[in-house]
């Protein structure tokens, strides 16, 4: 872990939308260089993202993952299973039943995992739902966006607690941390930062729901779109800068 250390920012970014889903972006985050170490923050879990990692261009280096919606992470190729210990207890199968009860559809067995239970909820019985399920299992939090995604983690889980747990394991002060998504998932990353970048093409269920003081909105999607929120936060120098 020195050469993360030895860099002056952390970025821990979501994936789809925030730094793929835009050709030719996903290059420029070589700009990245020695001055920001470069954390994923997925809904997906692990095995699903390293797929998606596998086309990505081979010269992007990746400091950790967070994936599973924040219950699991790996940092420097390291299972860190010390991170999962706290919520060992936690057991989904009474959420599952009840979803099958009702005749809720689980997302693709992919998208699933052992701490992170995925299911399609129209969004006009969130509310309801959330209730009926946070009585089933108490110590959950329930995870919405998109016009149907439902997710239940452990309330010790989150992309936002995730974000946090890594940054201190990393070294990084809260100070030098910067969040990037697009998403109603990425909403207690956002709130939970000191920096935040949303880029161009978020959905409204992020852009309406982060505090506007904290989040640089961009003009440009995804990787481009996070890079021109590193040089904003002064992660990254601006081009007048580069030019002297």
């Known amino acids: ?19 793929t889903g835009h050709d030719g972006g996903v290059s420029s985050l070589s700009e990245l260089g020695v001055r920001v170490a470069l954390v994923l923050n997925s809904s ?18 990746i400091d950790g993952l967070i ?24 057991d989904r199968r009474p959420v599952d039943a009840f979803m099958e009860s009702v005749g809720m559809l689980p997302h693709r067995p992919e998208h699933q995992g052992v701490y992170k239970a995925s299911y399609h909820v129209p969004a ?15 110590a959950s939090v329930v995870v919405t966006s998109g016009e149907s995604d439902f997710d239940v983690l452990p309330a010790a889980a989150g992309k936002d607690k995730a974000t946090a747990w890594v940054a201190r394991l990393m070294g990084f002060d809260p100070s030098r941390v910067i ?16 920096m935040a970048i949303a880029v161009s093409n978020s959905r409204h269920e992020l852009i309406d729901r982060v505090n506007p003081a904290k989040t640089y909105f961009a003009s440009q999607p995804s990787a481009l779109g996070v890079i021109e929120g590193l040089r904003h936060w002064g992660a990254l120098p601006d081009g007048k800068e580069e030019a002297r």
Do not use: I
């Open 1 to 19: 872990m020195e050469e993360t250390r030895s860099r002056q920012w952390l970025l821990v970014s979501d994936l789809d939308g925030t730094l």
């Open 44 to 61: 997906r879990p692990r095995a699903s993202v390293l797929r998606t990692l596998a086309l990505l261009p081979t010269g992007l280096k």
């Open 67 to 90: 994936t599973a919606m924040g219950t699991e992470v790996m940092v420097d190729g390291v299972d860190r299973n010390d991170w999962t210990e706290k919520f060992r207890g936690w």
């Open 124 to 138: 006009e019985r969130w509310q309801e739902f959330r209730r009926r399920v946070l009585d089933l299992v108490p």
């Open 179 to 194: 969040v990037a998504g697009d998403s109603g998932n990425d909403v207690d990353m956002f709130n939970a930062a000191r």
